[in-house]
């Protein structure tokens, strides 16, 4: 099994985005068969809705990706985030 880590998926607060239509078209491309994702870092930096919106897509495909969820330690809500 061909496995990819940590790739980033969503809009980042740098412009940088990746679709999982994209993610899934260049995993196929390159004969990888799963991924662990993590969301970037939104420009919102609410990593609470970016792990929610993850969840939503390893849901979608849940035998092409692992879900990792990101936490700001210095967020007073970090407990909470990663609680999904």
Known sequence: MNFDFRVFLGQSFDRTNQLVSDLLHSMD?????MA???P??????DLYQANIDLAAAVKAH??????????DPWQPDAPQCCCI
């Open 36 to 38: 662990l994702t993590c």
């Open 29 to 33: 491309a390159l004969k990888i068969e």
């Open 40 to 45: 970037f870092k939104p420009l919102s930096y």
């Open 62 to 71: 849940p035998d092409r990706f692992i879900c990792a969820a990101r936490v």
